[in-house]
């Protein structure tokens, strides 16, 4: 086993390299080399010819330069509660084996507030790329423990890169294989965590579409995209020319203004989701603070207040034909699955077909309908349960059951624990704990 050895990055090394950096991923792509060349130059004076097993950072612009300087095997620690930072961080070393994680005894909070002003004088009326919180084009990064807020586009958007100026020579980079974590995403102005591929090279032909991403104990949380009025905000936007193998897993999609999870356009690829949880997304009273008021919560004066109109479905599996391709197919993966409070449909196959396998589904609450599944086929169906009939579209083959009346106020008050407990933890910036649930029993 390596020794691993930590050190402070020097602020006289962070500097220059800061002198030299850019604001925005894909501007002046010379200019961010010939920094992280300098970075690496000087580094290597003081640490021999190798660079460390782990480095530990504190600021954003060590985390930055750690980032454009790493080499395979690396781990770069945060070893900060809360970060401010200033632009984007970019991730696009291909098949990187590099790790960002929290420090032990640290939850670092990377706050996107800077960057979003910047980037609301820039482009006051329209989000993009350019804007999310970090930009994943490369491949096998893991991010472990940190809470990302407040990025004026997604908090996490892994996806190719595509330079309509210049299609033919872009870098487009290779997004396959990445991990993310143990992680928050709350308050940005997309999705929490969005992975796509890019319309711009699907018309050159070129498939870059992201595969085998692996999101693992997450909450995407208040996300809310105030430029579209709520409509495209997903807790987890798994669509859009998706790649093959995503899974989530021990994941919370919560109160974000649009889908707790969309994958609409994703063609026949297939999703995986285990003990996931989408609560109560598409109210347009959370982002007034009207419902903070009303349940006598503490009113959240962090998230982005205003007009929401968003969807509000659950688990939205797949979409019709559309400009990005033919109707959705593929397998649906679900396994202790729970779809709850939802202002439209909680298990949705909007629109789509294939085929959905499902163990242990609970869905309660959703005003449109708690299981709307008619255009899939069931393959493994069992244990899917549903409070009510009203607005129940079972999938050929599959039968969901109704809980019987005297069991759904404790399973309802189990539910609204593991809720009330995710709410302080957020609160008190703290990754919550995973839910697991007696009622599949």
């Known amino acids: 086993m390596l020794k691993q050895t930590k050190r402070r990055l020097s602020k006289a090394v962070v ?3 800061i002198l030299s950096s850019v604001s925005f991923y894909g501007m002046s792509s010379s200019i961010k080399a010939n920094a992280s060349s300098r970075f690496n130059a000087q580094v290597g004076k003081s640490v021999g010819s190798t660079l460390q097993d782990v480095v530990t950072v504190a600021t954003f612009d060590e985390l930055k330069a750690a980032v454009a300087s790493a080499t395979s095997g690396q781990t770069i620690q945060i070893a900060a509660n809360k970060l401010d930072c200033t632009s984007q961080l970019v991730l696009d070393k291909i098949d990187s084996n ?10 670092p909070v ?15 009326k329209k989000t993009g790329d350019a804007y999310t919180g970090i930009r994943i084009t490369g491949g096998q990064y893991t991010i472990k423990g940190l809470i990302v807020e407040k990025a004026y ?6 996806k190719p890169n595509f330079d309509q100026a210049n299609p033919e020579n872009t870098n487009v980079g290779k997004p396959d294989n990445n991990t993310i974590v143990n992680c928050v995403f709350r308050y940005n102005g997309d999705a929490g965590i969005q992975i796509s591929g890019s319309k711009g090279l699907e018309k050159l032909g070129k498939d870059v579409r992201p595969n085998n991403t692996h999101v ?3 909450v995407a949380y208040r996300n809310f995209d105030i430029l579209t009025s709520g409509g495209n905000a997903d807790g987890f936007a798994a669509k859009l020319y998706l790649g093959t193998g995503t899974v989530f897993s021990h994941c919370v999609s919560a109160e974000n203004s649009d889908d707790a999870w969309d994958s609409f356009g994703v063609n026949d690829v297939d999703v995986t989701y285990d003990h996931c949880v989408a609560y109560h997304n598409g109210d347009p009273k959370v982002f007034t603070g009207d419902y903070d008021k009303a349940n006598n919560l503490p009113v959240d004066t962090d998230m982005t207040v205003g007009k929401c109109s968003g969807n509000g479905n659950g688990f939205k599996m797949g979409s019709g034909s559309s400009k990005y391709g033919p109707q959705t197919s593929g397998v649906r993966n679900l396994t202790d699955c729970t779809a709850v409070d939802n202002i439209s ?3 949705d196959e909007n629109n789509g077909s294939g ?3 499902l163990t242990n589904g609970m869905g309660f609450g959703n005003l449109k309908g708690d299981y ?4 899939m086929k069931a393959g493994t169906f069992e244990n899917a349960q549903a409070f009510r009939v009203k607005g129940l579209k079972q999938p050929s083959g599959g039968t969901v059951s109704i809980v019987d009346t005297t069991r759904q106020a404790a399973i309802r008050a189990e539910f609204d624990s593991s809720i009330a407990k995710m709410r302080e933890e957020i609160r008190e910036n703290k990754i919550p704990s995973y839910m697991n649930f007696s009622f599949w029993k």
């Open 15 to 17: 500097s220059a390299v």
């Open 98 to 107: 590099i790790t960002i994680e929290a420090a032990d005894g640290y939850t």
């Open 110 to 124: 990377l706050d996107f507030t800077s960057f979003r002003t910047t980037a609301q004088k820039l482009s006051p």
């Open 153 to 158: 586009d997604n908090g996490i958007l892994i």
């Open 216 to 218: 693992t104990g997450c």
């Open 345 to 347: 449909k909680g298990f």
């Open 355 to 357: 085929t959905i396998n």
């Open 372 to 375: 709307v599944l008619d255009l």
